[in-house]
């Protein structure tokens, strides 16, 4: 069948039970904290380093409201752990192409939820020998309130739900919804 869905055509929105944060509430938010990076980092310019892959749309919408001469980076780790749980035990899958030695550096995520995964970078990245090393998350869980890790830059907390949209996956699907969402459980179910 062609893939240009005409009316009637079942739809990836018909999967999500309720919208969460719009696009506009997205980009609002990320528009207030790119205003507030660049007034922070205006005498040097950090570089963004996001996190494949989930931060991909956080980082587009971010970087564009960042009025510096920041670089973007990116790197790829994979948490081992069962299931749904990250374990805090990280490989890294693609690693950055910047030294970041003497650079300020800000980790650019889409959610902290244990905050595992985050605190192996941040002693990862800390022992490459960066002049700082801080943290710009989209989103928060309630959880991560928990672990000992200063996040300089919070979009939204959000309630202990598993969401998707906007560069957060359920089984690398509903990346690119534009919004951030939770599904419907038959989703789940089927
Ligand atoms: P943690 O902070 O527990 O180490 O793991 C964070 C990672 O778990 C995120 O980068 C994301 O990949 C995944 N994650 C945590 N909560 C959610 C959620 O609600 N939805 C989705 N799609 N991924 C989540
Ligand atoms: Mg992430
Ligand atoms: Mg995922």
Redesign the pocket.
């Known amino acids: 069948s062609s893939p240009a869905a005409g009316s009637g055509a079942p739809s990836l929105h018909d999967d999500v039970e309720k919208v969460l944060l719009s696009a506009e509430e997205i980009e609002q938010r990320l528009t207030e904290l790119g205003a507030q990076i660049a007034a922070d980092y205006a005498e040097e310019p950090p570089i963004l380093v996001g996190?494949l892959k989930?931060a991909v749309m956080v980082m587009a919408d971010l970087a564009r409201r960042i009025d510096l001469r920041t670089e973007m980076d990116w790197m790829a780790v994979s948490?081992y752990g069962s299931g749904t749980k990250?374990s805090g035990v990280v490989r890294i899958l693609k690693d950055l192409g910047t030294d970041i030695t003497d650079r300020h550096v800000l980790i650019v995520?889409?959610?902290?939820?244990?905050?595992?995964?985050?605190s192996w970078l941040l002693s990862n990245l800390r022992s490459r020998g960066p002049r700082s090393v801080e943290i710009c998350t989209l989103l928060r869980?309630p959880e991560?309130a928990r672990v000992e890790i200063d996040v300089r830059y919070v979009g939204y907390d959000i309630p202990n739900?598993?969401?998707?949209g906007y560069g957060?996956?359920?089984a690398e699907t509903y990346r690119n919804l534009p919004y951030v969402g939770v599904l419907k459980r038959s989703v789940y179910e089927d």
Request: no cysteine; hydrophobic share 50%.
């Open positions: 996190v989930g948490s990250s995520e889409d959610i902290i939820d244990s905050g595992l995964t985050l869980k991560a739900e598993f969401v998707v957060l996956d359920f």
